[in-house]
C-alpha cells in the first residue's frame, strides 16, 4: 500500500492544477502523462465535450475517492503529512468548480497546459464523488476553518444549481457548463435507475449538513423517502463503480437521517449493495487470476492513434481495445472491496479479507497504470478503520 499511495502521487497526480489523471502511458519518469489533451484540443472539446478516453475523464471522481482515503486514514493513523495532501486534493476540486467561473458547475478535470482549460459536460457520477468527498473532509480535523468556509461555498453552489436546473422542464438535468442539456442521460438527476436515485437527496443533504439553512433541508427531505424507496431493488448486473457511487450516496445520507424508520431503510439497501459487490468481487478475482503479470503492466494508449472511435450522440469517443479491461478490472476489484466496509459496523468474512490481501499482494503497483490503484487504497484504509483486514 505504501507502493500505491506513493505510485498515486507521483505519476497520477498533476502538480500544475492538484488533479489525478485516469491512466498512465508511459511508466518513464515525466513522460507517464503525456497523452493528456493539450490546451488547444481542451478548447475545442476535442475529441468530446465529456474529455472521454483522454486521461481527463475522472479527475472530479478520483479527487473526490482521495479526499475520503486521506480523512479515513488520518482517522487510523493520525499522520500530520496528510493535512498537507488533503489540502493539495482540494485544491485540485477547487479549481474543478471555480475555474470556469460557471457557479455549481463541476468540471473532470482542468487541463494542465494552461492550467484553465475544461471539457463542458460533466455527470452525475462525478457529482457523486466530489460532493462525497468534499463532505468527508469537512468532517474531518483535517480541514480548517478557512477550507470548511471553502468547501461551503462549492457545496452550496452545487445545491443551487440544482434547485435552478433540476426541474421538470429540464427532464431533471443540471446541464452543462455552457447551460445547454446534456445528450448522453448523465447529467439528469431524478426520474433515473435505482443505483442513481440518491445521488440527488444527498447533494441537498451535504449543503444543508454545512449550512444548516432551511432550504437545503426542505429540498433533501422533499426527494429522500423517494429515493430510498427507488433505490431497494438496484440491477445485479451494475457496474461495480455505480454500486460504489450508490453507496457513497447512501453513507452520507444514512449518516444525517433522524427518521428511525427510514434510517432502518437505508442501512438495509446498503447491507443489500454489499451483497452485490461481493459477488462482483468474487468474479472479478477469478478474472484477474487468468491475466499474466504482463497482460497487468499493460499501459494505457495515446487516445488520438485508436484505431477504432465509436460515436455517442455526436460524442466521438476513442477506444481503448485491450487495454481497457486491465484499466477496468483494476478499478472494480477495488470498488468491489470498498462497498460491503461502507455500511454500519463491517464485518468480512475471512474469505473477504483472505480475497482483499491476495489483490494487495498480486498488484504490482510499480507497473500498473490503471488509476483503478487508488481504490485499492480506498478499501485498505477503511478496512483498517473498521478492523476487518
Not at 261 to 268: C, N, Y
Request: charged share 25%.
Amino acid at each position: 500500500m505504501d507502493q500505491a499511495w506513493a505510485v498515486t502521487w507521483d505519476r497520477f497526480f498533476q502538480d500544475d492544477v492538484q488533479t489525478f489523471a485516469d491512466y498512465l502511458s508511459s511508466y518513464e519518469p515525466g513522460q507517464e502523462l503525456a497523452h493528456l489533451p493539450t490546451a488547444e484540443e481542451v478548447q475545442r472539446q476535442y475529441p468530446n465535450p465529456c474529455g472521454y478516453s483522454t486521461g481527463m475523464e475522472d479527475g472530479m471522481i478520483l479527487g473526490g475517492a482521495m479526499l475520503s482515503i486521506v480523512a479515513d486514514r488520518y482517522e487510523v493513523t493520525n499522520e500530520e503529512t496528510l493535512r498537507e495532501k488533503a489540502k493539495q486534493v482540494f485544491r485540485g476540486l477547487h479549481r474543478c468548480a471555480t475555474v470556469h467561473g460557471v457557479p455549481g458547475f463541476l468540471a473532470r478535470n482542468v487541463c494542465g497546459e494552461d492550467r484553465k482549460s475544461i471539457y463542458i459536460n460533466s455527470s452525475r457520477d462525478q457529482y457523486t464523488h466530489g460532493v462525497h468527498g468534499l463532505w468527508k473532509y469537512y468532517r474531518s480535523p483535517l480541514s480548517d476553518e478557512m477550507t470548511r468556509s471553502e468547501i461551503r461555498e462549492v457545496l452550496v453552489a452545487v445545491a443551487d444549481r440544482m434547485i435552478e436546473f433540476v426541474t421538470p422542464e429540464n427532464d431533471f438535468d443540471f446541464c452543462r457548463a455552457d447551460g445547454k442539456r446534456c445528450p448522453l442521460g448523465i447529467c439528469r438527476m431524478w426520474n433515473v435507475q435505482a443505483h442513481e436515485a440518491a445521488r440527488l437527496p444527498m447533494i441537498y443533504a451535504a449543503a444543508w449538513d454545512v449550512t444548516q439553512d432551511e432550504k437545503y433541508r426542505q429540498q433533501w427531505r422533499h426527494y429522500v423517502a423517494d429515493a430510498v424507496k427507488q433505490s431497494a431493488n438496484p440491477d445485479k448486473n451494475t457496474p461495480a463503480y455505480a454500486i460504489l457511487q450508490m453507496q457513497c450516496s447512501l453513507e452520507l445520507l444514512n449518516e444525517l437521517e433522524t427518521d428511525p424508520k427510514l434510517k432502518t431503510s437505508i442501512q438495509s439497501v446498503m447491507r443489500h449493495l454489499a451483497s452485490i459487490a461481493e459477488e462482483r468481487s468474487a468474479h472479478v478475482a477469478v478474472r484477474l487470476s487468468h491475466k499474466t503479470s504482463k497482460e497487468m503492466q499493460m499501459l494505457g494508449p495515446d487516445w488520438r492513434q485508436a484505431e477504432r472511435w465509436i460515436n455517442q450522440n455526436e460524442y466521438a469517443n476513442p477506444q481503448w481495445g485491450k487495454y481497457r479491461e486491465v484499466w477496468h478490472l483494476t478499478r472494480e476489484a477495488g470498488e468491489a472491496a470498498l462497498v460491503p466496509l461502507m455500511v454500519d459496523a463491517p464485518i468480512l468474512t475471512s474469505a473477504q479479507k483472505k480475497r482483499f490481501r491476495d489483490l494487495i499482494r498480486n498488484t504490482d503497483y510499480s507497473h500498473n497504470s490503471s488509476c483503478g490503484i487508488i481504490y485499492h487504497q480506498s478499501a485498505y484504509w477503511r478496512s483498517r478503520l473498521t478492523n476487518n483486514l
